[in-house]
């Protein structure tokens, strides 16, 4: 059994003793507080492990200057800058279950860097296999910020 479904058995027994409506705000609760967290790490750059995303593949030089200056650039921001906005990382629950994650066109780039696989850089273009850069998970924070709101609901 892994730790998400122990975290789960865990909940549902918690769970259980609410009513319906108050389950719903409970994971509703829960959900928002989660992808606010999934949202900081994402933006620090860091897996739920702690450990540094892996950097961008360094772009090629010809003699001191990049082969393309301008257009075609890519922009060295941070990774990931609108994939972490609630436009894009959803959140849902109802009073069974609650789910934080990506949809449509997105969710298959999210995959694609979460488990690192092979895929076009640009539609028609060279393919290239991505290293693995975790975007959701859970850290040891999030299991104690899950437990802590599922206690506080049943105490208020």
């Excluded at 780039?109 to 693995?132: D, K, L, M, S």
Aim: avoid cysteine; charged fraction near 30%; charge should be positive.
């Amino acid at each position: 059994m892994d730790e998400l479904q122990a975290l789960e058995q865990w909940a549902d027994a918690l769970l259980a003793k609410l009513s319906p409506s108050a389950r719903r705000t409970a994971l509703l609760d829960i959900a928002r507080a989660l992808r606010r967290s999934q949202q900081t790490r994402i933006a620090a750059q860091q897996s739920p492990d702690g450990s540094a995303y892996t950097a961008r593949k360094t772009r090629p030089t010809k003699g001191g200057k990049k082969l393309r200056d301008k257009q075609g650039r890519i922009k060295r921001n941070a990774m990931f800058m609108k994939l972490r906005t609630a436009r894009f990382l959803k959140i849902e629950a109802d009073g069974a279950s609650l789910a934080v994650g990506f949809t449509g066109r997105i969710a298959r780039i999210a995959r694609i860097h979460q488990e690192g696989e092979r895929a076009p850089v640009a539609p028609g273009g060279p393919e290239y296999t991505y290293p693995a850069r975790v975007l959701l998970g859970f850290t040891e924070a999030d299991r104690e910020m899950i437990r802590n709101r599922l206690l506080s609901q049943l105490v208020t």
